[in-house]
Nanobody
Framework: QVQLKESGGGLVQPGGSLRLSCKVS???????????MGWYRQAPGKERELVAA???????DYADSVKGRFTISRDNAKRTVYLQMNSLAPEDTAAYYC???????????WGQGTQVTVSS
């Protein structure tokens, strides 16, 4: 049974940094390596939006609003994807969700989310 577990959220002041982690369990390594991993976020009253994604080949996409501030990376051996968030602003406040697209399983998975609050 595949599970995604996010961690690293919390309360931070504007201009601060956080590092989110998403650990994937229940998948064999080769399946994880072939996956596209992503981070999404959803603020109250808004739709869920893509923040960043990294493919199995290392291709990376960012939302325009986070370019230059956020960095996505993956450690295949640890089955973990990270989101380094710098220069955080109040508009980054949201629940952040990890997403995994596993072509080998012909389906995708979501984590339960971790809350990021940027406030002074």
């Amino acid at each position: 049974q595949v599970q995604l577990k996010e961690s690293g959220g919390g309360l931070v002041q504007p201009g601060g940094s956080l590092r989110l982690s998403c650990k994937v369990s229940g998948s064999i390594l080769s399946v994880f390596i072939s996956s596209t991993m992503g981070w999404y976020r959803q603020a109250p009253g808004k739709e869920r939006e893509l923040v960043a994604a990294i493919s199995s080949a290392g291709t990376i996409d960012y939302a325009d609003s986070v370019k230059g501030r956020f960095t996505i990376s993956r450690d295949n051996a640890k089955r973990t994807v990270y989101l380094q968030m710098n220069s955080l602003a109040p508009e980054d406040t949201a629940a952040y969700y990890c997403h995994a697209d596993f072509p080998a399983y012909r389906r995708d998975y979501w984590g339960q989310g971790t809350q990021v609050t940027v406030s002074s």
